[in-house]
């Protein structure tokens, strides 16, 4: 049998298909205004049209309000939205976000000539651009405390090379917003953090207007500290984008430009500590072949002193994770000492190879301990961690259940436990309500 | 070796890596002796805690600054 749906599943399903494709929203297009109607309830409804096509258009009253102008019968406009199917009517329309009038002096002109005009002054320059710090103390961010922008850096710095962060709260659209982005970036300064991150998240190129305003691209200039700027979409390009010494796609790119994975980090610490190892090895090759010199002309006196010199500094590493290595020094300092009398070159060089063979092996094995006893602490905490989510009762309410507790707050478990006219509270995820028991049946 | 302890307890992360970086190609440069062999390797045992110390213990602080009337004020940032 083949599957049968019915109108509106179809319906729905074309809409969820609109939704998920790239290119349908979040987009501008163009046109002239035509058959404008107005509902009583304050919505827009229009057509759309060019000389070849015409698209049906809803601007919605919350709409409405954002935008500055009226919008008119053959209206030549650009219009900020995305493509929604109409569920019931089984047709697809625009629903508009923005608006703005097409013409000359609009935004773009005005935004093409300030690009040009600080590009002249050299305000771009590959030249002025500053390196980042490789590892900053603070993070200066000037964004709205309300935003997504500041918990988003907050959230991705977690698990990265740990530095603080200082918010100067800005307002980063409407008026007066370029000032306090100005604000915001000179308070940084002054207060001396080590990078600032300037930015707000996605919205229309109203909203985003602040960050093309003249002041704010000369106080990213003027600042005395690199600046990252994460404004709107990775797709949004601002005038403070082409100013800041490094742009980033997102906020969340911003502070993963900025701060350096940890993990990333351990694996270049245990990289040169391989290294170190593989190093120290060869010296201890070179030595053996020292001694092989040696072998016809060797002053026993003179090396046991200076063995007796590194026995005292290997004496004094005193870490835990290498106490394994000095031990084994330690005892071929001591195997040496006792060759003072009776030394005979080819036993001592046979003793060397195996206790350089030793002290590698010693090596690896501080290193593997170290990585085995980190890993064994992190699968042992994740299994608490998931013992835990499995015995919180307010799991049970978040999936649908609901607790019921009688009077004096006993949990009632059976119809035993009620009674006709008690009260009794229902405990739910997100709060509770009182009831009387109206009837009880026992069930048979 | 304690005061060197001391020293790179003072260093940053920074500090402390570039110096156990120089440490490690002094050692693989090879021409030296024992003696500054295993004091190398003293230095980077200290320097590689000190970095892990930093990594694993470090904390960091969330703030946020405002200016009002002339005056600087910075207090933890809380969310509603």
């Known amino acids: ?444 | 070796m304690s005061d060197y302890s001391e020293e790179v307890e003072k260093m940053s992360f920074e500090e402390s890596i570039e110096t156990l970086e120089g440490l490690v190609k002094e050692l693989e440069a090879g021409g030296i002796d024992l003696d500054r062999s295993i004091e190398i390797y003293e230095k980077a045992v200290i320097l590689r805690n000190h970095c892990r110390e930093i990594l694993d213990e470090g904390e960091r602080r969330i703030k946020k600054i405002m200016e009002s009337s002339g005056s600087i004020k910075v207090e933890d940032l809380e969310f509603d």
């Not at chain 1, 599957?3 to 163009?30: M, P, Y």
């Not at chain 1, 985003?208 to 979409?233: D, Q, T």
């Not at chain 1, 060797?298 to 090396?303: A, H, I, K």
């Open chain 1, 1 to 444: 049998m083949p599957e049968v749906i019915t109108v509106t599943q179809l319906n729905t399903r074309v809409k969820e298909l609109f939704s998920r494709t790239a290119g349908l929203s979040d987009i501008w297009v163009s046109g002239e205004i035509s058959g404008l109607t107005k509902s009583t309830s304050g919505h827009y409804y229009f057509v759309l049209k060019d000389e070849g096509s015409e698209i049906r258009c809803a601007l919605f009253k919350g709409s409405r309000a954002r935008i500055d102008f009226e919008p008119t019968e053959n209206m030549k406009v650009r219009m900020f939205g995305r493509v929604d199917i109409y569920v019931t009517r089984g047709s697809y329309q625009f629903i508009v976000e923005t608006m703005e009038k097409s013409g000359v002096g609009d935004r773009y002109v005005a935004f093409e000539k300030l690009k040009k005009k600080l590009s002249d002054e050299g305000l771009f320059a590959e030249s002025h651009k500053r390196k980042l710090p490789l590892y900053p103390k603070t993070i200066g961010v000037v964004t709205s405390q309300t935003g997504a922008v500041i918990h988003d850096i907050i959230t991705t710095s977690e698990s990265r090379y740990t530095a603080d962060i200082l918010l100067a709260p800005a307002m980063v659209q409407g008026e007066g917003s370029a000032e306090s982005i100005v604000a915001g970036i000179e308070l940084l300064n002054k207060a001396g953090v080590d990078v600032i991150i300037v930015g707000r998240g996605g919205g229309s190129i109203e909203d985003l207007w602040a960050f093309n305003e003249e002041i704010v691209a000369r106080a990213i200039y003027n600042s005395k500290v690199p600046v990252v700027s994460a404004v709107g979409h990775e797709t949004d390009f601002t005038i403070a984008d082409f100013v800041a010494d490094l742009r980033a796609p997102t906020p969340t790119g911003a502070a993963a430009l900025i701060l350096r994975d940890k993990s990333e980090m351990r694996s270049e610490i245990t990289s040169y500590m391989t290294r170190l190892n593989r190093a120290i090895s060869s010296v201890l090759d070179e030595m053996q072949h020292s001694f092989e010199v040696l072998d016809s002309r060797l002053d026993p006196q003179r090396g046991l002193d200076a063995l007796a010199l590194q026995r005292m500094r290997i004496e004094n590493l005193s870490k835990s994770a290498d106490r394994a290595l000095v031990d084994k020094m330690h005892d071929m300092i001591l195997d040496f000492e006792g060759l003072d009398a009776r030394l005979q070159p080819s036993r001592a060089l046979d003793d060397m190879e195996n206790k350089k063979e030793y002290v590698e092996a010693s090596l690896e094995r501080i290193n593997v301990g170290i990585m085995t006893s980190v890993r064994e602490k992190e699968s042992e905490l994740s299994s608490y961690s998931k013992q835990l989510e499995g015995v919180n009762p307010l799991n049970v309410l978040t999936r649908g259940y609901s607790m019921i507790t009688g009077p004096g707050g006993k949990v009632l478990t059976t119809i035993d436990n009620v009674n006709v006219g008690d009260s009794v509270t229902i405990h739910m995820r997100d709060g509770k309500a009182e009831a009387d028991i109206k009837s009880k049946e026992m069930k048979e």
